[in-house]
Nanobody, 129 residues
Framework: QVQPVESGGGSVQSGGSLRLSCVVP????????TGWFRQAPGKEREGVAI???????????ADPVKGRFSVSQDNAPRQITTYLQMNSLKPEDTAIYYC???????????????????WGQGTQVTVSP
């Protein structure tokens, strides 16, 4: 069962930092991509970062957070752990952050939210002015 589980959300002041973690159990039979998405109240879910977790390990960070957020992973035989390091947080970063995973046979760096099949429950990030 591929069920991502996020942790690490919370409340910080503007300019602060948070680190989110996500554990994605996986099967040896498949290769996976993982990603981080966020959804603010009244807005559509948007991509934050994508990782070619089981392929070349390349990553893509969305333009609104580039230079402030970074993504990394520990890829073990039975699970992938991804980390979203968020620095210089702004009030507009306030959202529920979701970890997602999908089976893939190639690069997923251009994928959007609809391409991901497995989703965590989300973790709230709140940035106050």
């Amino acid at each position: 069962q591929v069920q991502p589980v996020e942790s690490g959300g919370g409340s910080v002041q503007s300019g602060g930092s948070l680190r989110l973690s996500c554990v994605v159990p996986k099967s040896d039979a498949y290769r996976y991509c993982t990603g981080w998405f966020r959804q603010a109240p009244g807005k559509e879910r948007e991509g934050v970062a994508i990782l070619n977790s089981d392929n070349d390990g390349r990553t893509r960070v969305a333009d609104p957070v580039k230079g402030r957020f970074s993504v990394s992973q520990d890829n073990a035989p039975r699970q992938i752990t991804t980390y979203l390091q968020m620095n210089s947080l702004k009030p507009e970063d306030t959202a529920i952050y979701y970890c997602a995973a999908a089976v893939t046979y190639g690069s997923c760096l251009a994928w959007g939210a609809t391409a991901f099949d497995y989703w965590g429950q989300g973790t709230q990030v709140t940035v106050s002015p």
